[in-house]
């Protein structure tokens, strides 16, 4: 059965996010950053990471697991390094400011390289390096997040899926943005062949005896992206993330279920550079957009409509929600309009329960 759909504004999707996360507690500075982010996901069509975490931050923030007055703390540690202190504030938040600071180094010094220590679920990762290009930097950001895949030929779930986005300007208006987890598929994909009672296919993820899996509800791992490669890729983000911060690694970090009334002592980390510190901006801007010409104009496979950057299809996907509205689903709707806070759903120990 497919899920009906409501199409809504950005600024009406927004708002309503907004509310509802000021109800569960969260200030309204806080709320509204949250809320912009959170739209900014579903307009790219990434709806993994857009308004269906609401009701999931609500009821984390309900129950305390996050903090409403954080004592922020940016600590300078050398000329173009530093380290946020997030204090388990919402992650988005926390992230956004530590990138503040990060832009202004970097603009200044060439490179920043900023840590964000201790902080919630931060969210889709474009939404930073997008702020960054914006700006005329390169920007990379890397982030832990809870161990729900196994390592390459293992059984048990060690690192998260600990995504890796990227982005570049452009000599038009719109950078260049490349964001994925390092797993096949992230968990919300399980959990929409699971609502639709759909098999996945075998390549995404596996059961408890770290065999594939084509039955969405045996899932007890998810699969690293190109076997080793993936695997060795999700390492690097955790050490860069987690243990280069002195923060919980592997399967020390916490699980984004069990227990919502503690922080979860996440880590970020954003590589900045400025390209004026390395060649001309202009020329360097010049060619990238070259680069997306040539890449379109490339010959595309048999059944293949056309060859997209990098990236492409969310950007494609952004500009036609900004036109036409962005799709959302009706049960999501209909809780963002109701006057529940959340329905006590997510507080569990088996990080692979959620129905
Ligand atoms: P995805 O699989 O939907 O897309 C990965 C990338 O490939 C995107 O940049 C997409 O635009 C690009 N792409 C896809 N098809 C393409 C094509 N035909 N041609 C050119 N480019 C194409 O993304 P995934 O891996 O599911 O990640 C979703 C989001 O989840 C990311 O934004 C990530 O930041 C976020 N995330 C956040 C976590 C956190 O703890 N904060 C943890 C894991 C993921």
Redesign the pocket.
């Given at each position: 059965m497919t899920e009906e759909i409501v199409l809504l504004k950005e600024a009406e999707l927004q708002q309503l996010m907004q509310t509802k996360l000021e109800k569960a507690g969260l200030t309204s500075e806080h709320a509204k950053e949250v809320g912009k982010h959170l739209t900014y996901?579903d307009l790219r069509g990434?709806h993994?990471?857009g308004a269906v975490r609401v009701e999931y931050y609500a009821e984390r923030i309900a129950k305390g697991g996050t903090t409403i007055e954080p004592n922020f703390e940016f600590e300078k540690t050398g000329s173009s390094t530093g380290v946020f202190h997030g204090d388990n504030a919402i992650?988005h938040v926390a992230c956004r400011k530590a990138l503040d600071y990060g832009i202004d180094m970097a603009k200044e010094t060439g490179v920043a390289i900023i840590g964000v220590s201790k902080m919630g679920?931060?969210?889709?990762?474009?939404y930073y390096v997008d702020l960054a290009a914006q700006q005329d930097l390169v920007a990379l950001a890397v982030?832990?997040?809870d161990p729900m895949a196994v390592p390459f030929g293992g059984t048990e779930p060690y690192y998260?899926?600990?995504?890796i986005?990227f982005s570049a300007p452009t000599n038009s208006a719109r950078p260049i943005?490349?964001?994925?987890?390092t797993t096949v598929?992230?968990w919300g994909?399980i959990l929409d062949a699971r609502s639709k009672n759909n098999p996945i296919p075998d390549t995404w993820a596996v059961d408890g005896n770290g065999e594939a899996t084509t039955d969405p509800n045996k899932v007890q791992g998810l699969l690293p992206i190109s076997g080793p490669k993936g695997y060795g890729l999700m390492m690097m983000v955790d050490i860069l993330s987690g243990s280069l911060l002195g923060l919980p690694f592997g399967k020390h970090v916490s699980s984004m279920y069990a227990d919502l009334s503690s922080g979860r002592n996440l880590g970020q980390l954003f590589i900045l550079i400025n390209p004026a510190y390395f060649t001309d901006l202009d020329q360097f801007k010049e060619n990238l957009s070259t680069m997306i010409d040539e890449l379109h104009e490339s010959k595309p496979a048999t059944g293949v409509e056309q060859v997209?950057?990098?990236?492409?299809?969310?950007e494609i996907r952004y500009q036609k929600h900004l036109e036409e509205g962005i799709p959302v689903a009706k049960s999501i709707y209909d809780y963002l309009m109701s006057d529940q806070v959340h329905f006590n759903k997510y507080d569990h120990s088996d990080a692979f329960a959620e129905k």
């Open positions: 996901a990434v993994s990471h992650g679920h931060s969210g889709m990762l474009s982030c832990q997040s998260g899926t600990n995504p986005a943005i490349f964001d994925m987890a598929q992230a994909k997209y950057y990098p990236g492409e299809l969310s």
